[in-house]
């Protein structure tokens, strides 16, 4: 998981946050920001969409195989890719220094929501017409995707507290819906018809880099639960 560690807020993180107080419109603008960068990753996995190494790619482009991914250098990481939009927010919002950390930073995050809104968009185009695809299998698949993408959201936000036991039963859950979403894509119903057809094509490799990206921090996880409590030890 060298792309994909990440390590949560310290126990003081909102303690330091020190004078920073953002009223709403700071705040609006600091989503609109984090919105950019879900868009700048799943522009680069577009491009790499073709390569067996894409989500690794893509996190290298993200700058993300720099340094480890704690809240402190998932902020460095994220003002110094370059995105021309990015340029005049930061200008606005100050060097970046005194930004909170949010789970919008984390990379885990970023990587599976800009995923899935492929997905999603790709779906919806289809799924509104009832000539391509039976409107019952369209609504089955279409909650499927969304049902997925929740599990997964509830896990980053256990692991980003550090609850690693529960980000893995989270992530199971997740798993579990996707591989309901490969199976609806695959039934019989539905699986010869030419905009099925083809959305399964494209979306299968996305379903798939998912799975990996989980899988990895799902391993992590489960070697963070395994590692001696030092702490316990020492105070012992």
Sequence with gaps: MSNFETDGPSDNEWEDRGELAWNEFDWEKYL???DDVIHRYLAFYEQLKDHDDRIDEAAHLMSWDED??????????????????????????????????????????ISTKAIYLSLKRAWEGIASNPAKVPQPVALDIHASIYRGEEQAMLAIQALDFGDYAMAISLFKRALGELNRTFSLLNANSVAKLPAVVHYREDAQPRLFDLREIWLRVMSECREELERPADNDDDES
């Design 32 to 34: 609109r920001e984090q």
């Design 68 to 109: 480890s991914w704690s809240s402190e250098s998932s902020d460095t990481a994220l003002r110094d890719a370059p995105d021309d939009n990015e340029s005049d927010a930061s200008a606005d919002m100050g060097d970046g220094k005194d930004e909170p950390y949010t789970l919008h930073k984390n990379p885990i995050f």
